[in-house]
């Protein structure tokens, strides 16, 4: 008997406090639990287990049922997850949820089809079997079925019903496990190479820094992948857990191949594309693994570890490590909580590091590494085209066929770049210059010619293709502007022999696909052509040639990382060029040449680039120097959003809070969004003023949404 202190599964911020409840079955912190609650039954996570009872004004009601025999957070994660809620804006469930994999969340109508039952073959004495009289054929199939057997298989590979006559027998004993699956196969083991120098003095001195996380800057190519594993390597060998975490879901196989042949421990993956049941299966695997190497994008930074050892984060400057929606924390702040809390070594690793990190390492709050020079030792030469007098066909200019051509007679390969989907990015009449917009969210829509639909990219949602313009009804439709799938029709017209690898959200929507795609690439594959996903830590040796098509389309928007994304996109697109034997050469079609972005990616001068952009940051008041937040309020009545937003900023001015706005955003599900943006030099302050708004706006009005971003990556329109 118990007093149990349990959150609620209810997201929002008014019930963001735990609930006492009386409990007359065994229980542990960290499990579900099924309460009462307002004339309901919800589902809940135990926090606290005492055996005194609480003070409390309210009458103590029963529990009902435990949902879980073993805990499935521990008390690591438990803190983790009270600092992401307080850090991040947003209630303590939220965090619970994002970071359990969807079975186990605690939810009533969660569930899932994660247990499957077993048939169990228990020894019985041979006279009790005669006693049974069995047929011949039940006789046959008893004695062929193996000692365990899933049930499904056995009444499909025997017969369904001699299973059941046997099952009511009483020979075969039912059991519900947990569904398992071997994601990894096992592949031989490679030797490490020799380290180069360059990758020996920067492992030299990870191994001797101190407790501080480092930022691993290495140039696209220069190793960084073995000085992970180098460590790894020393990790497992005190037998500790090492967590690796990688950006995207299209750079998971890749990595997982590179981990598998080398390691000969258990390797845990983690990542959105798994079914609900195998991300269980995983996470139980967590639970129980006494050490080994779990891969993953975001997600996997809530594993549960017995002893952790070495985190890693590739990529670290990649916006998908924040997540998009509610609690909207960044991965990086996770990664280093969980290193101070097993004081671990953190690496965070890229060729193009965020801003954000750069500084800091600048400051001393992380410790620098670099690495300058590439393992195949070439620099490869970066070629501007100016699109302003540049002749092309179909949006590729003329020297870029030219060396398109070239690698196709040398039978090298060709990534080619361009950061938009579909066929044409927007639909306008030619004669009324109406433009297609999606009715949800107010932005224009996309061509995609193979599904034969418009189809809006920020909601997803499809539309016909309207015969005639709905404004001015004439059919007169033009064709402006290049998605990837217009880009592959148009190369294939001008290499009609080349086998071309189309990788963007259109052709990776099935599982595994990623994976399919690449392989086809590297076993004869001419040309991949794809948006940024294909700019992002792919290793082909025999890829010479890259191409950037609209270099400068992302430096337009309004947002104030855009020079700082572009330029990270450019880079590690550049990066897939000449990485084997064979030099390579990357060719950038621009309509502005002499922008800083380009000239930096010119000359390979990341500090350059670093230094100029920082100095804009630090004019305009744009993070580092200082930190943000965004605040939308949502509500299908712009006028009572907009008013909302401006009380806020009203209030707020009075108290000396440095906040814009209000300002209108596109909308979202036909909903209107207004923002209003908080500066502030203290972290403190700003996350304080944040939960001030939050609370306060909750008692107010429960009918406008308020959605809060602390340290935004982006700044929509
Ligand atoms: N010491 C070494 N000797 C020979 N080859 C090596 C050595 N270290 C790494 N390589 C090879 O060099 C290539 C580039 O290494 P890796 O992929 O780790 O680069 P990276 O620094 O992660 O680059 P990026 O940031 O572009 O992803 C790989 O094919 C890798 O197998
Ligand atoms: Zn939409």
């Not at 969340?105 to 006693?131: H, M, N, Y």
């Not at 070594?345 to 193009?352: D, F, G």
């Not at 033009?478 to 217009?486: A, H, I, N, P, W």
Request: with cysteine; glycine share 4%.
């Amino acid at each position: 008997m118990s007093y149990v202190q349990v959150m609620i599964e209810h997201e929002v911020l008014s019930l963001n406090r735990p609930f006492t409840y009386f409990c007359s079955f065994p229980i542990q912190k960290g499990c579900r639990i099924r309460v009462p609650f307002s004339h309901r039954i919800l589902m809940g996570l135990v926090i606290e287990v005492s055996e005194t009872k609480p003070e409390t004004s309210y009458e103590i009601l029963d529990a009902i049922e435990a949902v879980d025999e073993h805990p499935l957070l521990n008390g690591e994660l438990f803190d983790l997850a009270s600092e992401l809620s307080k850090d991040s804006v947003s209630s303590l469930m939220s965090v619970f949820k994002t970071m359990l994999p969807a079975a186990y969340k605690p939810a009533s109508k969660a569930g899932g089809e994660v247990f499957e039952t077993w048939l169990i073959k228990d020894p019985i004495p041979e006279d009790e079997l005669q006693r049974l009289k069995l047929t011949k054929k039940q006789k046959e199939i008893y004695e062929a079925l193996p000692l365990e057997i899933i049930r499904s298989k056995a009444r499909k590979e025997f017969s369904a019903s001699i299973i059941k006559t046997l099952e009511a027998k009483g020979l075969l004993r039912l059991e519900s496990k947990l569904k398992t699956y071997q994601l990894v196969h096992q592949k031989k083991l490679k030797q490490p190479p020799e380290l180069t120098e360059s990758q020996r003095m920067a492992l030299f001195a990870i191994e001797h820094g101190d407790h501080r996380p480092f930022l691993l800057h290495g140039v696209t190519g220069s190793g960084k992948t073995e000085i992970f594993f180098r460590l790894a390597q020393k990790a497992l060998e005190q037998k500790k857990s090492v967590l690796l975490l990688v950006p995207e879901i299209s750079l998971t196989p890749m990595m997982i191949e590179r981990v598998c042949s080398r390691f000969d421990v258990p390797v845990l993956v983690f990542h959105s594309r798994l079914t609900k049941a195998e991300m269980a299966s995983e996470y139980q695997k967590a639970l129980l693994m006494d050490y080994g190497i779990v891969i993953g994008t975001r997600k996997a930074v809530f594993t549960p570890f017995k002893n952790l050892g070495l985190i890693i984060m590739d990529e670290e400057h990649d916006s998908s490590y924040k997540q998009d929606n509610t609690p909207k924390y960044h991965t990086r702040d996770a990664a280093i909580f969980r290193a101070n809390y097993w004081h671990c070594p953190l690496i965070l690793a890229s060729a193009t590091p965020s801003l954000d990190s750069y500084a800091r390492a600048a400051r001393g709050i992380y410790q620098l590494v670099e690495m300058e020079r590439r393992i195949s030792n070439t620099v490869s030469a970066i070629h501007l085209i100016d699109m302003k007098s540049e002749r092309n066909i179909g949006g590729i200019s003329v020297p870029l066929i030219q060396q398109i051509q070239k690698r196709l007679e040398r039978k090298e390969k060709t990534i080619l770049l361009l950061n938009r989907r579909g066929f044409i990015p927007v639909m306008k009449c030619a004669s009324c210059q109406e433009v297609l917009l999606c009715e949800d969210c107010g932005i224009p829509l996309s061509y995609h010619k193979k599904e034969q639909a418009l189809v809006c990219h920020v909601c997803g949602r499809h539309y016909p293709v309207p015969e005639v313009c709905p404004n001015c009804h004439k059919r007169n439709w033009s064709v402006v502007g290049l998605g990837t799938e217009r880009l592959e029709e148009n190369v294939r017209d001008l290499f009609p022999q080349a086998k071309i690898v189309r990788m963007d959200a259109d052709s990776t929507r099935t599982k595994n696909a990623h994976e399919i795609l690449l392989n086809d690439f590297e076993a004869d594959g001419d040309i991949l052509i794809g948006t940024q996903m294909v700019a992002k830590g792919l290793d082909f040796e025999k890829v010479t040639l890259v191409g950037v098509l609209q270099a400068d389309a992302a430096l337009v928007r309004a947002d104030y990382r855009a020079a700082e994304t572009t330029y990270q996109m450019l880079e590690q697109a550049s990066g897939r060029a000449g990485r084997g034997r064979y030099p390579g050469e990357v060719y950038i079609q621009s309509y502005n040449p002499e922008h800083y972005v380009m000239q930096s990616i010119v000359h390979h001068n990341y500090l350059a680039f670093f230094k100029r952009e920082m100095n804009y940051r630090h004019l305009g008041t744009y993070p580092p120097y200082i930190y943000m937040a965004s605040l939308v309020f949502i509500h299908e009545d712009p006028t009572l959003a907009y008013s909302m937003a401006d009380q806020w900023v009203k209030t707020l001015r009075e108290q000396g809070v440095n906040v814009f706005g209000p300002l209108e955003l596109s909308m979202r599900q036909k909903k209107s969004r207004i923002r209003i943006l908080i500066k502030d030099k203290s972290i403190e302050n700003l996350r304080n003023t944040c939960w001030q708004v939050a609370k306060k706006h909750h008692e107010k009005s429960r009918q406008v949404k308020l959605e809060i971003n602390v340290n935004p990556m982006m700044l929509e329109e």
